[in-house]
């Protein structure tokens, strides 16, 4: 493997060579006023930088094409980045997040940011169960980095880093009210505005939806298994997912020249338990979450010559809460230890407090280098856990005394917990030469739960001309074990181990990008890596017994033959080898490709064609079940806008072929596989002053 990564990193070396002008100018002596034309991103190392020349391979999602996509769901902008494929988990049917094939039942590996700021739950390591959807309304641009970022931002930061930026006043450019409805009972409205305030700039935005969910058919389950062992004929399969959800979004940014304060609160009710909590249809039980943000931050660049500032505290609530009770198994079920008359029922809530206070410093005094410097403190708490449930012991047992509230005792799914962190990191972006930067970093975090670790990263990046660029990296990252790892101790199959380690993950990449010609552009990516001390369940205990090594490539292509026409594509191969077995990891596309078309025949009017061809999903060694299907999904969105004074009307269509999209089940007691969305039409209508 490594042999076909030095191969393909000679190649892109060799490349430029034969594709180099001399007379082309230079890109990065362009003023910053030209270079906002051109893709650009900072998530990567924290400079400005484009997207060509970062440290990370990055893509960039801008607003403008949320909106030609017809996209009114965080999830449908992300299926279209390279090497990052969405699949579901039966829990709440939680949207998981795999890049380049790293995948695990909670998908901690994905570190979600707002603003820069860790979007995860202390149980998992992950978002929120309970995290049904994020509309796109308030968000500005998107970031995603495929590979580690724990050099930069810690803990999680595996296979890959999620950054949404919310708008603030400034982007915010019009007073906007709109509203949707569609398929799936779907409805929703929002509000948007601007304003300033004795020199600062307000941003708000309010965002509501409420939808029935696809009623997609689970035709058996784990309950038709049991009825099959025991002779009894409890499961509700053949059945739909049980996907509805209420969610309500509210976002403030007020920013003065210095300071920003920013807000969120995410509201979410009567969320179902898609396909059940343990695999068996459960079309009553309902969940809700609330999570709370705010962070200020203050920033100079003219305190100290040659030096930016910058500090934030920030702050996060989350919760999970069951609204009503969740049957794990139906009425009648029995395990060989008794009939379950009213089902098994088992209802896991918790709530949650974060803080984090991060200071961060650049220092530009230097000739050639920038340094980076940063430190910051974490203090995260679950400190109410409860449950109430009706069963005991494994098999299960019914309790005679019926539901019961097991909180605060030794029955209780997960103790309350607290975990501290510190962490201190440094980076130098040393410029070469004109034309080449070396950007490396070195971070250093304690946890005081499992200790300490030090993750370092280094890349190489080469402009030949304005045209070509090249980079070669090395990178490492972690994955704090989460308190369901380390510290479950209610499920005799599933116990925590309070003396397990982080995961590590060391990746290596080649890159080349080339500016073919003014109106087009692609860039080819290769990668290797290797992953230790994975977290798995051997004897009914978490150990880190696993690993995995892996290897792809990623190519896209942005060609605008017309003014009005643009056209964006690309494709991903990866290859997941779980080094246990010696086979296939499984759980997600060897192959995957993406096309979309953006044509404005007149100024007023886009139309907006994408293509999304996923192939087939092999199993684990595991899993003796055939391999999923390949499958194909085609969208379209028509915008009119200024239809009427400063009306812009909307209609989109999703899979219109009503493609039969199915993601895999982790194990065979949903046979047939996470049935998706059929076909879904979407409406909306929004006024602007």
Not at 155 to 178: L, S, W, Y
Not at 361 to 370: M, Q, W
């Amino acid at each position: 493997m490594e042999h076909r990564f030095l191969g393909l990193g000679c190649l892109l070396a060799i490349l430029p060579s034969v594709m180099a002008s001399a007379n082309q100018a230079d890109l990065w002596d362009l003023p910053i006023e030209q270079l906002m034309t051109i893709e650009i991103s900072s998530v990567a190392t924290g400079s400005t930088t484009p997207v060509s020349r970062s440290a990370s391979t990055v893509s960039v999602i801008t607003r403008d094409q949320i909106q030609a996509m017809g996209a009114n769901d965080l999830d449908q902008v992300l299926e279209t980045v390279p090497g990052l494929h969405i699949t579901r988990s039966s829990q709440a049917y939680f949207s998981k997040y795999i890049f380049r094939g790293i995948a695990s039942f909670y998908n901690p590996e994905a570190l979600l940011m707002i603003n820069g700021i860790p979007v995860k739950t202390l149980f998992t390591g992950a978002r929120n169960h309970i995290w049904a959807a994020m509309p796109v309304k308030s968000i500005q641009r998107i970031e995603v980095i495929r590979g580690p970022g724990s050099a930069l931002y810690g803990a999680d930061a595996f296979a890959g880093v999620i950054n949404i930026q919310t708008r603030n006043g400034t982007d915010i450019e019009h007073q906007e009210a709109g509203v949707r409805v569609g398929s799936f009972d779907t409805w929703g409205a929002w509000v948007q505005a601007s304003s300033e305030l004795a020199g600062a700039s307000l941003g708000f935005t309010l965002e509501y939806e409420d939808t029935n969910g696809q009623r997609e058919t689970v035709q058996a389950d784990a309950q038709t298994q049991l009825d099959g062992l025991t002779g009894t004929q409890a499961s509700r399969a053949p059945g739909p997912v049980n996907v509805g959800h209420q969610a309500t979004d509210l976002r403030l940014d007020l920013t003065t020249e210095h300071w920003q304060w920013r807000a969120g609160y995410q509201q979410r009710d009567n969320v179902g338990t898609s396909v059940g909590i343990a695999e068996a249809l459960d079309p009553s039980g309902l969940y809700g979450s609330e999570r709370i943000n705010s962070d200020i931050t203050y920033r100079r660049e003219d305190l100290i010559p040659h030096w930016e500032l910058e500090a934030q505290l920030s702050y996060y609530h989350n919760t999970q809460e069951s609204l009503r009770d969740s049957l794990l198994f139906p009425a009648g079920v029995n395990f060989g230890t008794g009939v379950f008359a009213d089902g098994m029922i088992g209802n896991p809530s918790y709530k949650e407090d974060q803080a984090r206070l991060d200071l961060k410093a650049a220092f530009r005094g230097l000739d050639s280098h920038i340094l980076r410097l940063g430190t910051g403190y974490f203090w995260g708490d679950i400190y109410k856990v409860t449950e109430t449930k009706n069963f005991s012991g494994f098999p299960p047992t019914p309790l005679p005394e019926g539901l019961v509230d097991v909180s605060d005792t030794d029955a209780v799914f997960l103790p309350e917990e607290q975990r501290t962190a510190h962490y201190l990191y440094l980076q130098d972006e040393w410029e070469l030469t004109p034309h080449t930067v070396l950007s490396s970093g070195l971070r250093f975090d304690y946890y005081s739960d499992f200790g300490d670790h030090l993750t370092p990263r280094i890349a190489l990046v080469h402009a030949w001309n304005a045209a070509v660029s090249t980079r070669l990296s090395y990178g490492e990252a972690f994955h704090a074990p989460s308190f369901v790892d380390l510290y479950s101790i209610s499920n005799p199959v599933a116990l925590g181990n309070p003396n397990l380690e982080p995961e590590t993950i060391d990746t290596w990449e080649a890159s080349l990008h080339h500016q073919l010609h003014p109106t087009f552009h692609y860039s080819l990516t290769g990668f290797t890596y290797r992953i230790k001390d994975s977290i798995v369940y051997l004897d009914s205990m978490a150990q880190n017994a696993g690993s995995r090594k892996g290897h792809g490539g990623e190519l896209e292509a942005s060609w605008q033959p017309l003014t009005s026409l643009r056209i964006a594509a690309n494709y991903s191969y990866q290859k997941s080898i779980d080094q246990l077995t010696n086979a296939n990891a499984g759980e997600a596309p060897n192959h995957e490709a993406y096309l979309r078309t953006e044509w404005s025949p007149a100024s007023q009017w886009l139309w907006t064609t994408e293509l999304l061809w996923v192939g087939k999903q092999p199993r684990a060694a595991s899993d003796p079940r055939p391999d999923l299907q390949d499958y194909t999904s085609l969208n379209l969105a028509l915008t009119r806008r200024q239809l009427w004074q400063h009306l812009d009307l909307m209609l989109s269509a999703r899979n219109l072929f009503d493609a039969n999209i199915r993601e895999p089940s982790p194990s065979p007691s949903v046979p047939n596989d996470y049935p998706q969305a059929g076909r879904s039409l979407i409406l909306e209508a929004s006024w602007s002053w």
